[in-house]
């Protein structure tokens, strides 16, 4: 948060800065310190923004020139409305695209483009009189270009999502995102060249025995889309019926690209293909036993291993067979692979 409020309030040169009124000074720390949470948000995800915008320093440079104009250029009465609407619905609300994020960005700016931001307001927006661990970060008074920078060195609060008006447990999800990168970049780092594992074999030979081992078991796994239709009674074509189509349909897409990605990458470990990135990588997955980001795209939402994962998989295909020679019986639902086609 300190990086990047320091960063927008940079934008602005000092020679031009320290000759504004006082006011066009306060509104543009606070103009600064908005842009800074718009853009400290993004890391959380959906729970920042429900879309990703591109929100940048040249956003901030036009709306500090928007706000020099109005008001060095205008009369003495600061309109208020008329800046949260520039700044809201088109200077950054220019990149907003959902509804609930435009409300969002205009109740910031409620908050902060007011009258009060000159009675030594406080910035943390929505926090509660008496509520535990309150912090403060008051809008600072009229001061030089230089003395704002140590302003915000001396009295801007420790990271947190409450400065951002968010609830403590939102940053959880980012520290365990960032830990599960980290320790996936740790395992990336291992050496995979003529090292072995605990098991003898190296990462090379550990990917074709997987290989081998999944080729195995997915060999036989194929509906025939067209004869399961044809050997369907008319009466007995009814929403289930489709929907059980449609879950074959996609476990033979899946299928395939599973074994044209095995094979590919067999010739690849054989020498009669160049080893491409793509290979590569499933190599890698196969050799820490993680679903390849291929198969996981066309396939059903889960957190499994590899093995676990193709035993479910195996498990999805088992119960589909059974539909197919019975396809009058009730469901199983959880061997879906796609459960909004229930919906549509």
Request: with cysteine.
């Amino acid at each position: 948060m300190k990086a990047n409020l320091k960063r927008a309030f940079a934008s602005f040169p000092k020679e031009e800065f320290d000759f504004r009124e006082a006011q066009v000074k306060m509104i543009q720390f606070a103009l600064c310190w908005f842009h800074a949470v718009v853009i400290e948000r993004k890391k959380f995800g959906p729970k920042g923004w429900n879309a990703v915008y591109p929100f940048n320093t040249g956003d901030l440079v036009n709306s500090g020139t928007v706000l020099v104009n109005k008001l060095e250029n205008g009369s003495n009465r600061i309109p208020w409305a008329d800046l949260q609407y520039i700044f809201g619905e088109i200077m950054y609300g220019g990149h907003i695209t959902d509804d609930w994020d435009r409300l969002l960005c205009m109740t910031y700016l409620r908050f902060y483009m007011r009258e009060e931001l000159f009675d030594d307001q406080d910035l943390i927006p929505f926090i509660k009189e008496g509520t535990e661990n309150q912090i403060h970060f008051l809008a600072p008074s009229d001061r030089s270009y230089d003395e704002y920078f140590q302003y915000v060195d001396e009295y801007l609060p420790p990271e947190s999502p409450v400065v951002l008006g968010l609830h403590p447990n939102t940053e959880i999800a980012v520290r365990t995102d960032q830990c599960n990168k980290l320790f996936a970049n740790i395992v990336d780092l291992q050496p995979k060249d003529g090292g072995t594992n605990t098991s003898g074999s190296n990462p090379t030979q550990r990917a074709a025995t997987v290989l081998e081992e999944i080729l195995e078991k997915i060999g036989e796994i194929n509906f025939d889309l067209d004869e399961i239709l044809a050997a369907l009674a008319i009466e007995d074509r009814g929403p289930y019926q489709y929907v059980f189509l449609q879950e074959c349909e996609r476990m033979n897409k899946l299928v395939s690209e599973m074994n044209r990605s095995l094979r590919e990458l067999d010739k690849g470990l054989h020498g009669e293909l160049t080893m491409s990135e793509r290979m590569e990588q499933l190599q890698d997955a196969l050799y820490f036993e993680r679903v390849p980001t291929e198969w996981g795209s066309l396939a059903f939402p889960s957190l499994r291993s590899l093995p676990s994962w193709i035993e479910n998989l195996i498990l999805r295909a088992s119960q589909l067979q059974s539909w197919v020679d019975n396809p009058v019986k009730d469901m199983h639902l959880p061997f879906f692979l796609y459960f909004v086609g229930l919906a549509e």
